[in-house]
Protein backbone atom coordinates (compact mmCIF):
# COMPACT_ATOMS: atom_id res chain seq x y z
CA UNK A 1 0.00 0.00 0.00
CA UNK A 2 0.98 3.44 -0.98
CA UNK A 3 1.23 5.63 1.57
CA UNK A 4 3.07 8.84 0.81
CA UNK A 5 3.75 10.16 -2.74
CA UNK A 6 6.57 12.95 -3.04
CA UNK A 7 6.60 14.92 -6.46
CA UNK A 8 9.91 16.22 -7.18
CA UNK A 9 8.81 19.11 -10.09
CA UNK A 10 12.12 20.54 -11.25
CA UNK A 11 12.84 23.15 -14.34
CA UNK A 12 13.09 20.36 -16.69
CA UNK A 13 12.30 17.19 -14.91
CA UNK A 14 9.17 16.12 -12.66
CA UNK A 15 10.34 13.18 -10.45
CA UNK A 16 7.37 11.13 -7.99
CA UNK A 17 7.20 7.78 -5.95
CA UNK A 18 5.68 6.16 -3.79
CA UNK A 19 6.96 5.41 -0.25
CA UNK A 20 4.71 2.62 1.78
CA UNK A 21 3.95 1.59 5.22
CA UNK A 22 8.01 0.61 6.16
CA UNK A 23 9.31 3.51 4.13
CA UNK A 24 10.07 2.07 1.51
CA UNK A 25 10.17 3.66 -2.23
CA UNK A 26 8.14 1.18 -4.34
CA UNK A 27 7.93 2.77 -7.70
CA UNK A 28 9.79 5.57 -9.16
CA UNK A 29 8.96 7.93 -12.27
CA UNK A 30 10.56 10.48 -14.59
CA UNK A 31 8.59 12.82 -16.94
CA UNK A 32 9.52 16.04 -18.46
CA UNK A 33 7.81 18.64 -16.87
CA UNK A 34 6.51 20.58 -19.86
CA UNK A 35 4.97 17.14 -20.91
CA UNK A 36 2.45 18.07 -18.00
CA UNK A 37 0.07 20.67 -18.87
CA UNK A 38 -2.15 20.45 -15.84
CA UNK A 39 -0.80 19.55 -12.51
CA UNK A 40 -4.03 18.97 -10.64
CA UNK A 41 -5.12 16.71 -13.19
CA UNK A 42 -2.01 14.91 -13.28
CA UNK A 43 -2.31 15.08 -9.00
CA UNK A 44 -5.85 14.03 -8.55
CA UNK A 45 -5.16 11.07 -11.43
CA UNK A 46 -2.19 9.56 -8.82
CA UNK A 47 -4.64 10.19 -5.77
CA UNK A 48 -7.41 7.74 -7.48
CA UNK A 49 -5.08 5.76 -8.91
CA UNK A 50 -3.32 5.17 -5.49
CA UNK A 51 -6.32 5.20 -2.89
CA UNK A 52 -4.93 4.40 -0.17
CA UNK A 53 -2.33 7.18 -0.15
CA UNK A 54 -2.37 9.76 3.09
CA UNK A 55 -0.18 12.27 2.09
CA UNK A 56 1.44 14.31 -0.77
CA UNK A 57 4.86 16.27 -0.60
CA UNK A 58 5.57 18.21 -3.38
CA UNK A 59 8.87 20.25 -4.46
CA UNK A 60 8.59 23.16 -6.67
CA UNK A 61 11.15 25.55 -8.66
CA UNK A 62 8.91 28.90 -7.33
CA UNK A 63 7.92 30.27 -4.31
CA UNK A 64 5.71 28.81 -1.43
CA UNK A 65 4.76 30.44 1.43
CA UNK A 66 2.67 28.93 4.05
CA UNK A 67 2.15 25.74 1.79
CA UNK A 68 0.64 27.93 -0.78
CA UNK A 69 2.66 28.54 -4.20
CA UNK A 70 3.18 32.35 -4.61
CA UNK A 71 5.34 31.59 -7.98
CA UNK A 72 6.24 28.91 -10.20
CA UNK A 73 7.09 29.71 -14.29
CA UNK A 74 8.22 26.49 -15.45
CA UNK A 75 4.04 25.40 -14.08
CA UNK A 76 2.02 27.41 -14.47
CA UNK A 77 -0.97 25.40 -13.74
CA UNK A 78 0.40 25.53 -10.07
CA UNK A 79 -0.42 29.30 -9.94
CA UNK A 80 -3.51 29.27 -8.41
CA UNK A 81 -4.97 29.62 -4.62
CA UNK A 82 -6.96 26.98 -4.30
CA UNK A 83 -4.44 24.33 -5.94
CA UNK A 84 -3.68 22.51 -2.80
CA UNK A 85 -7.09 23.30 -1.10
CA UNK A 86 -9.42 21.67 -3.88
CA UNK A 87 -6.71 18.18 -3.49
CA UNK A 88 -7.40 18.39 0.27
CA UNK A 89 -10.87 18.30 -0.28
CA UNK A 90 -11.38 16.35 -2.71
CA UNK A 91 -9.39 13.73 -2.22
CA UNK A 92 -9.27 14.14 1.89
CA UNK A 93 -5.40 13.53 1.40
CA UNK A 94 -2.88 16.17 3.55
CA UNK A 95 -0.94 17.73 0.84
CA UNK A 96 2.39 19.27 1.83
CA UNK A 97 4.42 22.11 -0.62
CA UNK A 98 7.97 23.23 -0.20
CA UNK A 99 10.82 25.09 -2.81
CA UNK A 100 12.38 22.26 -4.95
CA UNK A 101 15.30 22.94 -3.61
CA UNK A 102 14.52 22.46 0.13
CA UNK A 103 13.43 18.73 -0.62
CA UNK A 104 17.07 18.07 -1.96
CA UNK A 105 18.93 20.01 0.67
CA UNK A 106 16.63 18.11 3.53
CA UNK A 107 17.67 14.42 1.94
CA UNK A 108 21.32 15.51 1.31
CA UNK A 109 21.26 16.73 5.01
CA UNK A 110 20.12 13.16 5.73
CA UNK A 111 22.32 11.03 3.74
CA UNK A 112 25.42 12.97 4.99
CA UNK A 113 24.48 12.97 8.69
CA UNK A 114 24.45 16.73 8.82
CA UNK A 115 21.17 16.54 10.34
CA UNK A 116 22.44 18.22 13.55
CA UNK A 117 24.93 20.28 11.83
CA UNK A 118 23.49 23.88 13.01
CA UNK A 119 24.76 26.08 10.04
CA UNK A 120 24.97 24.75 6.45
CA UNK A 121 24.38 25.89 2.79
CA UNK A 122 23.13 24.22 -0.42
CA UNK A 123 23.86 25.43 -3.78
CA UNK A 124 22.39 23.11 -6.59
CA UNK A 125 23.10 24.08 -10.37
CA UNK A 126 20.84 22.28 -12.51
CA UNK A 127 18.32 23.90 -14.70
CA UNK A 128 18.69 26.81 -12.38
CA UNK A 129 20.56 28.35 -9.43
CA UNK A 130 18.94 26.67 -6.09
CA UNK A 131 20.24 27.50 -3.14
CA UNK A 132 18.69 26.40 0.53
CA UNK A 133 20.19 27.76 4.05
CA UNK A 134 20.43 26.38 7.51
CA UNK A 135 21.52 28.85 10.21
CA UNK A 136 21.16 27.73 13.93
CA UNK A 137 19.38 24.61 13.26
CA UNK A 138 16.41 26.21 11.05
CA UNK A 139 16.07 25.61 7.68
CA UNK A 140 15.43 29.66 6.49
CA UNK A 141 12.65 30.95 4.34
CA UNK A 142 12.37 34.57 4.75
CA UNK A 143 9.02 36.71 5.14
CA UNK A 144 7.78 35.59 2.03
CA UNK A 145 9.15 31.70 0.96
CA UNK A 146 11.81 34.13 -1.14
CA UNK A 147 14.77 33.31 1.25
CA UNK A 148 17.83 31.69 -0.77
CA UNK A 149 16.76 32.51 -4.27
CA UNK A 150 20.05 33.21 -5.15
CA UNK A 151 19.70 32.43 -8.86
CA UNK A 152 17.40 35.79 -9.10
CA UNK A 153 19.79 38.39 -7.44
CA UNK A 154 20.44 41.08 -10.40
CA UNK A 155 23.44 41.26 -11.85
CA UNK A 156 24.66 44.84 -13.11
CA UNK A 157 25.01 44.93 -16.80
CA UNK A 158 23.43 41.53 -17.35
CA UNK A 159 20.61 42.48 -19.94
CA UNK A 160 19.36 38.62 -20.43
CA UNK A 161 15.53 37.94 -19.54
CA UNK A 162 15.34 34.97 -17.10
CA UNK A 163 12.36 32.51 -16.47
CA UNK A 164 10.66 34.68 -13.98
CA UNK A 165 10.08 37.45 -16.21
CA UNK A 166 12.59 39.61 -15.10
CA UNK A 167 16.06 41.02 -16.24
CA UNK A 168 19.74 40.44 -15.24
CA UNK A 169 19.12 37.28 -13.09
CA UNK A 170 22.17 35.62 -12.00
CA UNK A 171 20.49 32.32 -13.35
CA UNK A 172 20.69 33.78 -16.58
CA UNK A 173 24.75 33.50 -16.28
CA UNK A 174 24.87 30.85 -14.04
CA UNK A 175 22.37 27.93 -14.52
CA UNK A 176 22.44 25.15 -17.27
CA UNK A 177 20.04 27.47 -19.58
CA UNK A 178 23.37 29.85 -19.67
CA UNK A 179 25.83 27.05 -19.96
CA UNK A 180 23.80 25.69 -22.74
CA UNK A 181 23.77 29.50 -24.53
CA UNK A 182 27.55 29.63 -23.77
CA UNK A 183 28.18 26.66 -25.95
CA UNK A 184 25.63 27.50 -28.66
CA UNK A 185 26.45 31.03 -28.70
CA UNK A 186 30.11 30.20 -28.98
CA UNK A 187 29.84 27.42 -31.77
CA UNK A 188 31.25 25.00 -29.28
CA UNK A 189 31.58 21.65 -31.23
CA UNK A 190 30.68 17.97 -30.20
CA UNK A 191 28.33 16.93 -27.42
CA UNK A 192 27.31 19.66 -25.06
CA UNK A 193 27.11 16.80 -21.73
CA UNK A 194 30.94 16.62 -22.38
CA UNK A 195 31.76 20.54 -22.72
CA UNK A 196 33.50 20.25 -19.30
CA UNK A 197 36.18 17.73 -20.17
CA UNK A 198 36.18 19.02 -24.55
CA UNK A 199 36.63 22.77 -22.88
CA UNK A 200 38.76 22.94 -19.75
CA UNK A 201 40.23 25.42 -21.19
CA UNK A 202 38.01 27.37 -22.73
CA UNK A 203 37.93 30.80 -20.93
CA UNK A 204 34.24 31.09 -21.06
CA UNK A 205 33.65 28.01 -19.34
CA UNK A 206 36.34 28.73 -16.94
CA UNK A 207 34.73 31.78 -16.29
CA UNK A 208 31.00 30.24 -15.78
CA UNK A 209 33.00 27.99 -12.76
CA UNK A 210 34.47 31.13 -11.40
CA UNK A 211 31.08 33.19 -11.40
CA UNK A 212 29.77 30.56 -9.35
CA UNK A 213 32.46 29.97 -7.04
CA UNK A 214 32.34 33.93 -6.53
CA UNK A 215 27.84 33.69 -5.57
CA UNK A 216 28.98 30.73 -3.11
CA UNK A 217 31.58 33.10 -1.38
CA UNK A 218 29.20 35.68 -1.58
CA UNK A 219 27.11 33.79 0.78
CA UNK A 220 28.94 32.19 2.73
CA UNK A 221 31.36 35.22 4.02
CA UNK A 222 27.57 37.30 4.52
CA UNK A 223 26.38 34.10 6.63
CA UNK A 224 29.88 32.93 8.10
CA UNK A 225 29.01 29.68 7.56
CA UNK A 226 31.71 27.12 6.46
CA UNK A 227 30.12 23.91 5.91
CA UNK A 228 28.47 23.66 2.36
CA UNK A 229 26.79 21.14 0.06
CA UNK A 230 26.97 21.28 -4.03
CA UNK A 231 25.62 19.33 -6.02
CA UNK A 232 23.07 19.57 -9.79
CA UNK A 233 23.11 17.85 -12.96
CA UNK A 234 25.38 20.72 -13.84
CA UNK A 235 27.99 20.14 -11.32
CA UNK A 236 27.52 16.44 -12.14
CA UNK A 237 28.43 16.47 -15.74
CA UNK A 238 31.00 14.60 -16.58
CA UNK A 239 34.45 16.48 -15.98
CA UNK A 240 32.69 19.18 -13.94
CA UNK A 241 36.24 21.00 -12.61
CA UNK A 242 34.84 20.40 -8.68
CA UNK A 243 38.65 20.61 -7.64
CA UNK A 244 39.36 24.38 -9.75
CA UNK A 245 35.52 25.21 -7.70
CA UNK A 246 37.22 24.31 -4.61
CA UNK A 247 40.59 26.47 -5.17
CA UNK A 248 38.20 29.34 -6.50
CA UNK A 249 36.07 29.08 -3.25
CA UNK A 250 38.90 28.97 -0.78
CA UNK A 251 41.18 31.72 -2.79
CA UNK A 252 38.31 34.08 -2.39
CA UNK A 253 37.99 32.94 1.79
CA UNK A 254 37.61 35.91 4.13
CA UNK A 255 40.22 34.68 6.27
CA UNK A 256 42.60 31.90 7.00
CA UNK A 257 40.12 30.59 9.90
CA UNK A 258 37.70 30.11 7.41
CA UNK A 259 39.56 28.18 5.25
CA UNK A 260 40.56 26.00 7.61
CA UNK A 261 37.34 24.80 8.76
CA UNK A 262 35.76 24.72 4.94
CA UNK A 263 33.76 21.78 4.51
CA UNK A 264 32.71 21.01 1.13
CA UNK A 265 30.63 17.88 0.12
CA UNK A 266 29.96 16.85 -3.80
CA UNK A 267 26.71 14.69 -3.65
CA UNK A 268 24.91 12.76 -6.88
CA UNK A 269 22.11 14.63 -8.16
CA UNK A 270 19.80 11.38 -8.66
CA UNK A 271 16.33 11.24 -9.68
CA UNK A 272 14.75 9.74 -6.39
CA UNK A 273 17.05 12.56 -4.20
CA UNK A 274 13.52 14.81 -3.94
CA UNK A 275 11.13 12.22 -3.43
CA UNK A 276 13.05 11.16 -0.59
CA UNK A 277 13.41 14.61 0.54
CA UNK A 278 10.26 15.33 0.06
CA UNK A 279 8.93 12.32 2.50
CA UNK A 280 11.65 13.66 4.86
CA UNK A 281 9.94 17.15 5.20
CA UNK A 282 6.25 15.24 5.21
CA UNK A 283 7.44 13.91 8.20
CA UNK A 284 8.99 16.98 10.50
CA UNK A 285 5.59 18.27 9.84
Known amino acids: MSRILGVDIGGTYTKYGFL ?15 EIKDYYVFLMNLAKEHESLEYISIG ?21 DDFISKIERTTKIKIFVNKDVNLLFRFDLERLNLKNEDNVLGFYLGTGFGNAIKINGQLIKGSNGFAGEIGHIPVPENREICGCG ?19 ENKLEGI ?24 IVTEMIIL ?47 PENGVWGAALIMEEN
Not at 166 to 178: L, N, R, V
Not at 192 to 201: K, N
Open 20 to 34: NDKKELVSLKVVLTK
Open 60 to 80: IPGIVKDNIILSCPNAKSLET
Open 166 to 184: KTGCTETIISGKALIRIFE
Open 192 to 215: FEDVFILYASNEKIQNFVKLFATY
Open 224 to 270: DIQTVIISGGVVNMKGFPKDALVHQIKKSMRNSNMEEKLNIYFVDSA
